[in-house]
Every structure is written in C-alpha cells, then in structure tokens.
C-alpha cells in the first residue's frame, strides 16, 4: 500500500505543477515551487517525466530571478504537441478519440462504417483517415505518440492480432500491423473491449481503489475481464475472460465461433432479439449501430421481460463461476449492459446472489463510464504505451 499511497501523491503534485502551468504561463522551476509549495527537489524530479513525456517544453530564458540570479529557463504547457488516440471497433459503431500528452480528450469522431462492407481493410483505412485528418491541424503524424485499440473479439495483445471477432465477421486480422504499418509505424496496442473497459474503470471509474474485480461486457457478444491483486488478468496468450463462448449445459444453439452452446448463444443481446422476436412474430426494431439491449431498454412488453430475465439468469450464472474463481470485491456491468432491459440486471443479479458461499458478498455495479469505457479504456493503454517507448 505504500507504493500506491507515494504514487498518488506523485499524481497529485503532477496535477498540481500542470494546473498551474497552464493556468499562469510559462514559469521557471523555482517559481514553480513557490507557487504549489512543492519543494525545487520533486518540482525538478515532475518537471523531468513531464518533459519526457511532451507535456511540458522548455523556452528560453526570462527575466533574472529577484536578488540578480541569472535567468531561468521557463517552461511551457505542451501537452497539445504530443497525441495519443484511443479506438474503438465495435460491433455498431467505430470511434477515434484524440488525447492530448495527459489523456484529456482533444476531440472525438464517430466514422459511419457500413455494416456489409466492415472488412478489416476498410475499417482501418477509414481509422487511419480520419487520424491522419486530427492530426493535420496539429503538426501532423509525427505528433503521435501511440494508438490504443478496443476490438470486441478475442485479442492476442503481443502480436495486436484480433483472432476472431464473430460479431465483426473477422479472423486472424492482424490489427496493430495493419494499423502501424499506415501510421509510419508508431507503437499500436490492441485489447479486447471488455479488458479496455476494465483499465477504464478500474482507473478512472467505479472500480477505483479496487485489488479485485470482475467486469462483465456485451456488446452483441459476452466477454469478461478480471482484475486479480491490481493487475488485469491475461492467462498465458493475454485471451483470458472468454466467459461468452464457455459452453451452457445442454444449449445447442451454433454460435458465431463455429462451435455450438456458448453462453453467448442464450445470453448475448442477438439471443434476446432472437427470443422476443419468436416470442411476438415481429422484428424488434434498432436504429443503425445500436446495440440490441439498448434497443430493448425502454420497451414494456411481457415477451422482452422474459426473454431479458432468462438471458440474465443464464449471464448471472456465468458470472458467478467467475465470482467463484477468482472471489472479487466488485463484479460491474458494462457495454450495454449498463442501460440494458430492468429484467435482465434483476435476473443476473439474483444468480450471482443465489450462489454466493462462505458469507463473500460480492457488490455489483453498473460501469461508470458507460459505453464510452472501451474507448477511454484504449486511450489509456496508449498512454501507458507512450511513456513506456
Ligand atoms: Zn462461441
């Protein structure tokens, strides 16, 4: 617990020095350590990683320091020089967040991707488009630091390919190459969006200060990820939480992965819209990109309740061999989960409750990011990436 009591006050004190950059202009060191009452020394050791990081460029020298000391060079808020983007490939909708050098939001693109034509091809041409567009009117490529990735499909992070993504209709795609290879090679990190999610929420969301947590995800397809003792789980290939394509005793269904029975065939939002509209005789409706359980929120109709209820149960019961295995603190909804049918989120919760063991009790929340977790969750991987090179 020391190391993260001294690393949250070095967060703080780093905040502090930036605030109080931008606020009052370029600054010298020492008039910097008047200003926040820091000390020259952790002044010096902040002003150091922020000029590593580009967040701070130094000018010239200003005025002499009062009492005749020579000059000192002055410093500059940057962050606005060096980029990181975040990106999002979704099942209904593909996003480009640019960052500045501390991961503030410089701006967001929704890019339209036609469902028929979402080749791996096409989407990162558009991608890297629409990167290369932010970037123009800011000092070009060069100024990008690194790009984070949220696929929703099963990821091997060392290579950033996406093995398969049946909801995208890809396998094999080769997503850092293809994407470094069309931005003159800058670092590319590539996740699955339930572990994007998670590093969002974990850091900046309702799992802050949580050593253990599991995060459930749909997104036209059930994923999971897991934080185990602060660190996010990856199993030996970085695949860990494929909770969707576990199999469900006795279900038969075929699923998008070629196999038959997946969690995912009973309890992803395709399988809901697949139940009411059996159940009704008429289509359930969506608007363009929009995912089924979002559709589903606000409809009061006894066939979406039911179909909602039994997929929650099916989920919750997934989620509970998660719960069992790795007993967390905090189990949180996200993707669309998070705005999801009322009936859904009661079922799931009561079969997390019902077999629950030895007194744990688990709290379950819904995401406080919502669905722009997965792609804060790439910004940060980007960051992490930019000051790791
Ligand atoms: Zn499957």
């Known amino acids: 617990m ?128 629409a990167l290369q567009e932010l970037l123009r009117r800011r000092g070009g490529l060069r100024r990008l630091r690194a790009v984070g990735i949220s696929v929703t499909g099963l990821v091997q992070p060392a290579t950033g390919t996406c093995v398969l993504a049946p909801n995208l209709g890809w396998r094999d795609v080769p997503v850092a190459e293809l994407v470094g290879r069309r931005l003159r090679s800058v670092p590319v990190v590539v996740r699955g969006a339930a572990q994007c999610s998670m590093v969002a929420e974990h850091r900046e969301g309702v799992a802050v200060g949580e050593d253990d947590v599991v995060l459930l995800f749909e997104d036209e397809g059930v994923g999971a990820a897991v934080v185990e003792r602060g660190r996010l789980l990856d199993g030996a290939d970085g695949t860990a939480g494929e909770l969707g394509h576990c199999a469900w005793p006795g279900a038969t269904e075929r699923c998008g992965c070629g196999r038959r029975g997946c969690v995912e065939t009973l309890a992803s939002g395709p399988a809901v819209r697949r139940a009411v509209e059996r159940a009704t005789g008429h289509r359930v409706r969506r608007r363009t990109g929009e995912p089924t359980f979002v559709a589903l929120a606000d409809v009061d109709d006894p066939a979406v309740a039911a179909a909602a209820g039994e997929a929650g149960q099916v989920l919750g019961t997934a989620a509970s061999w998660l719960v069992a295995l790795t007993s967390p603190r905090l189990l949180v909804l996200s993707g669309s989960l998070v705005p999801g049918p ?48």
Do not use: M, W
Not at 36 to 64: F, N
Not at 90 to 106: F, H, K, P, Q, W
Not at 364 to 381: N, P
């Open 2 to 129: 020391a190391g993260q009591g001294s690393s949250s006050l070095r967060e703080a004190n780093t905040t502090l020095v930036v605030q109080q950059l931008r606020v009052a202009g370029p600054t010298s060191r020492a008039e910097l350590a008047r200003r926040t009452g820091l000390s020259k020394q952790t002044v010096s050791t902040i002003v150091a990683s922020l000029l590593a990081d580009g967040v701070v460029r130094e000018l010239g020298r200003g005025d002499p320091e009062p009492g005749g000391g020579r000059p000192a060079t002055r410093l500059e808020y940057a962050a606005d020089r060096a980029f990181v983007a975040g990106v999002e490939l979704g099942v209904g909708r593909t996003r480009v967040v640019l960052a500045d050098a501390l991961g503030s939001t410089v701006e967001p693109v929704d890019l339209e991707v036609r469902r028929s034509g979402r080749t791996p091809e096409v989407v990162v041409d558009r991608v890297c488009t």
């Open 342 to 389: 009322a009936a859904l989120r009661t079922s799931l919760e009561e079969a997390v409750r019902s077999r629950e063991i030895g007194g744990h009790r688990t709290r379950i929340e819904a995401g406080a990011l919502g669905a722009d977790a997965a792609v804060r969750g790439a910004v940060l991987l980007a960051l992490d990436e930019a000051r790791a090179g």
